[in-house]
């Protein structure tokens, strides 16, 4: 089975998805493909489990979702509303605070007993 | 998708209180999505079978996946979420519904009951008319 990311991991989906959705609208196997494509493969989620994040973060309004026929099948892209692009902003800053403070800690000497 | 895998998915989705549309459009958007997987591991050479495989494991444990979606009180209906309230509400609803329930069906079978009507309609003007030959023709003799 899939890989699944340590708890830690939790929130991250989210603010790959909105990140990845504020440059283009996709779809879930596009989406699954470009994160592993932006993470080099760093991060790997059960592929299915992007889609109650989307339907998560649809509900909440930062994205809107539309049906649109390709090749044969329907596919349901989702895109970033107004609300999508704050909340994207909210979890970058916190998460460059997090990342920040947690490299502060790995780099620094000491405190560290065997 | 491995249809049973689906199916008992659905399943574990709807008893555990997700919302029928949220089963629906996650069910139908993991179909679409195990597809593109099967899809692009055959245009590596894999055959159907190995194709399928691969892609469920791709896809995820579908109990973790179950348990992803549960985790969602956005997800889960109204009724799973406040069940006090809907043991409440629903049957209220249900009575207050009721005295509409002629009006509703009436709606729905409109053309039924139009058709039922001409019939009432016409097969009275029929009787009349008898009865009032019969009574004329008594009358008159």
Aim: with cysteine; hydrophobic share 45%; charged share 20%.
């Amino acid at each position: 089975m899939a890989q699944t990311n340590p708890p830690f991991m939790s929130g991250v989906p989210e603010l790959l998805l909105l990140r990845l959705l504020a440059q283009q609208e996709m779809y879930g196997y596009e989406l699954v493909r470009s994160i592993r494509k932006v993470t080099a493969e760093a991060i790997s989620l059960g592929e299915g489990v992007i889609y109650p994040a989307l339907h998560s973060l649809e509900r909440n309004g930062s994205l809107k979702s539309k049906r649109k026929p390709v090749g044969g099948r329907t596919r349901v892209y989702y895109s970033l509303t107004a609300k999508g692009r704050r909340r994207l902003k909210e979890l970058s800053e916190d998460w460059r605070r997090v990342q920040g403070g947690v490299a502060m800690a790995l780099e620094t000497p000491g405190h560290v007993q065997a | 998708m491995s249809r049973p895998e689906l199916s008992r998915l659905r399943a574990r989705l709807l008893r555990s209180g997700v919302a029928p549309r949220h089963v629906k459009r996650t069910v139908a958007e993991l179909d679409a999505h195990f597809d593109d997987l099967v899809d692009e591991a055959r245009g590596t050479g894999a055959d159907r079978a190995l194709a399928e495989r691969q892609a469920l494991e791709q896809l995820g444990d579908m109990d973790l996946l179950a348990d992803a979606v549960c985790a969602r009180p956005e997800l889960r209906s109204w009724a799973a979420n406040y069940p006090r309230i809907a043991v409440i509400v629903y049957p209220l609803a249900c009575l207050a519904i009721l005295p509409a329930v002629p009006l509703i069906a009436g709606v729905a079978n409109a053309s039924n009951l139009a058709r039922w009507i001409a019939c009432a309609l016409l097969s009275g003007i029929v009787t009349a008319t008898i009865l009032l030959v019969l009574q004329l023709s008594i009358t008159l003799t």
